[in-house]
């Protein structure tokens, strides 16, 4: 499942063949994905210029001319690839169909932009861009980690009488929006803070601690994504995932990367989800 640093890749992915662009033809190829599509989909999306290609969570937005923005969500599988990239450098052959492509934007510049979702969690809707935080799927959302609203403070007050594990705290998307799985375990690790840590029992500068790490680990994987982005460019246009490697997550049995710690990495469930750390670095 795509997390923020995978979401934010997208989102660079697609703005260079899509904002200030205009939305020539869409292809909606189904009635729903996860949800039913808005009415008259295809119609309100077409003529209308992509002002600005922006990113909430895990959702990207785009802003329309029209006065309404496009929200999209990957879901579990969702992938975006671009081809016929107008640009030059990355200028490939449009693909031919493929099963599961669901939603096609072929934009003015000649860029065609093709949603494929093989298991259709994915979502997309249009809403009012001066409303879209009031959204139902945006105004339950807490700050970006990325942004000015996510602090110290705030994490230390969020964090405040909790009696839920500090994995299950940082997953609420109400507390910080956009964290998953597997940042969380990354954070918590160089945090040194063990995930079964009862949210209110940690310190507050231990707290407050973890609020440069959270960003730092997501920095460094929308780092990874930019690079992974150039070759995905270069190969297949094909936007959504990208390999990058991990202090602790899915490294079950494996030494711990610690220096002087001769443990290795534990995997715990945790409200359905695994949660990979140190039992000996990580309390
Ligand atoms: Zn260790």
């Known amino acids: 499942m795509p997390e923020l640093p995978e979401v934010e890749t997208v989102r660079r992915g697609l703005s260079p063949a899509m904002e200030g662009v205009v939305i020539e033809k869409a292809d909606v190829n189904r009635p729903d994905l996860r949800w039913p599509f808005p009415d008259r989909m295809a ?56 099963k599961h492509d669901h939603v096609v934007f072929h934009m003015a510049n000649g860029a065609r932009i093709t949603f ?35 602090h110290e403070q705030h994490l230390i007050d969020a964090f405040q009488g909790k009696n839920t594990p500090v994995k299950s705290a940082l997953l609420d998307q109400g507390i910080v929006a956009g964290l998953g799985n597997i940042y969380v375990c990354e954070a918590l690790y160089r945090g040194r803070v063990s995930p079964r840590r009862k949210a209110g029992q940690i310190s507050a500068p231990r707290v ?40 602790v997550y899915g490294r079950e049995g494996e030494p711990c990367r610690t220096q002087e710690c001769d443990a290795v990495i534990t995997r715990i469930t945790q409200s359905g989800r695994s949660s990979f750390y140190c039992t000996q670095c990580q309390r």
Request: glycine content about 10%; proline content about 5%; charged content about 25%.
């Open 43 to 98: 119609e309100r999306l077409i003529g209308q210029r992509v002002d600005r290609l922006r990113r909430r969570s895990k959702y990207i937005l785009a802003d329309l001319s029209s006065g309404e923005t496009l929200l999209i969500h990957l879901g579990m599988s969702g992938r975006m690839t671009v081809s016929g990239d107008p640009l030059g450098q990355y200028a490939r052959e449009h693909p031919m169909a493929q």
């Open 208 to 247: 407050a601690a973890l609020v440069p790490i959270i960003r730092q680990v997501l920095r460094e994987a929308i780092e990874a994504g930019g690079s992974s982005l150039r070759d995905f460019r270069q190969a297949d246009g094909e936007l959504g995932y990208f390999q990058h490697s991990f202090d």
């Open 116 to 150: 494929n979702d093989p298991r259709r969690f994915g979502a997309m809707d249009l809403l009012p861009t001066v409303t879209a935080d009031a959204h139902k799927l945006l105004s339950v959302l807490g700050p970006e980690p990325l942004g000015n609203d996510f």
